[in-house]
C-alpha cells in the first residue's frame, strides 16, 4: 500500500518536473545568435596563434560563435548565452575597433588554467589545450596583443 502511494507520488513529480521542462522552452530568448559582422581581427603573432584561439576561444571571444545543439535548449541555453555574452563583453577579437585591453589578461587566464572554463572543455573537449599547445599560446598572445607596459610605451 504504500509503496503504491510512493509510485503515484513520483509519477506526480516526474510530470510535474517535464511539464515544468517543457513550459520554460516557451520562454523567449533575448540574446542574438546571429552572427555581426567582424569589425577587424588582431595582427596574429603566427597562424598557430590564431587557430589555438579559434580552437579554444572563439565561441566566447568572437563573433564567430558556434552554438552547439544544446544550446537552444534551457535552462541551458540561459547559461551558455550568460557565458558568451560575458566572454564578448570583456574581449572580443572579431569587433577590432573598439578599445581592447585584456590580451596580457587573456594570456594570464590561460597560463594560470582558468580560460577556458571548465565547464567549455567539459563539453569541448579538443578546446582542452596541453602543455605544449599552452605554453605556445601564451606567449603567442602576449606576442599579438602586447602587455600593458608596451601599450603605455607606444603611446
Same mark, same amino acid.
Given at each position: 500500500?504504500?509503496?503504491?502511494? /510512493?509510485?503515484?507520488?513520483?509519477?506526480?513529480?516526474?510530470?510535474?518536473?517535464?511539464?515544468?521542462? $517543457?513550459?520554460?522552452?516557451?520562454?523567449? #530568448? #533575448?540574446?542574438?545568435?546571429?552572427?555581426?559582422?567582424?569589425?577587424?581581427?588582431?595582427?596574429?603573432?603566427?597562424?598557430?596563434?590564431?587557430?589555438?584561439?579559434?580552437?579554444?576561444?572563439?565561441?566566447?571571444? #568572437?563573433?564567430?560563435?558556434?552554438?552547439?545543439? /544544446? +544550446?537552444?535548449?534551457?535552462?541551458?541555453?540561459?547559461?551558455?548565452?550568460?557565458? $558568451?555574452?560575458?566572454?564578448?563583453?570583456?574581449? @572580443?577579437? #572579431?569587433?577590432?575597433?573598439?578599445?581592447?585591453?585584456?590580451?596580457?589578461?587573456? +594570456?594570464?587566464?590561460?597560463?594560470?588554467?582558468?580560460?577556458?572554463?571548465?565547464? /567549455?572543455?567539459?563539453?569541448?573537449? +579538443?578546446? @582542452?589545450? @596541453?602543455?605544449?599547445?599552452?605554453?605556445?599560446?601564451?606567449?603567442?598572445?602576449?606576442?599579438?596583443?602586447?602587455?600593458?607596459? @608596451?601599450?603605455?610605451?607606444?603611446?
Amino acid at each position: 500500500m504504500i509503496k503504491q502511494q /510512493y509510485r503515484q507520488y513520483l509519477k506526480i513529480v516526474l510530470a510535474v518536473l517535464f511539464a515544468g521542462f $517543457v513550459a520554460i522552452q516557451l520562454i523567449p #530568448s #533575448s540574446f542574438s545568435r546571429s552572427s555581426q559582422p567582424a569589425s577587424g581581427e588582431p595582427k596574429w603573432d603566427s597562424p598557430e596563434t590564431r587557430a589555438i584561439f579559434f580552437k579554444a576561444c572563439a565561441d566566447c571571444h #568572437s563573433n564567430e560563435t558556434k552554438f552547439p545543439w /544544446y +544550446a537552444g535548449v534551457a535552462p541551458v541555453s540561459w547559461l551558455v548565452e550568460n557565458d $558568451v555574452g560575458d566572454g564578448k563583453k570583456h574581449f @572580443n577579437i #572579431s569587433e577590432w575597433d573598439r578599445s581592447q585591453r585584456g590580451g596580457e589578461k587573456a +594570456a594570464e587566464e590561460v597560463r594560470k588554467g582558468s580560460m577556458p572554463i571548465g565547464l /567549455y572543455l567539459l563539453m569541448h573537449p +579538443a578546446a @582542452n589545450l @596541453n602543455a605544449q599547445e599552452k605554453k605556445a599560446f601564451v606567449q603567442g598572445l602576449l606576442k599579438t596583443f602586447g602587455t600593458d607596459e @608596451n601599450k603605455e610605451e607606444k603611446e
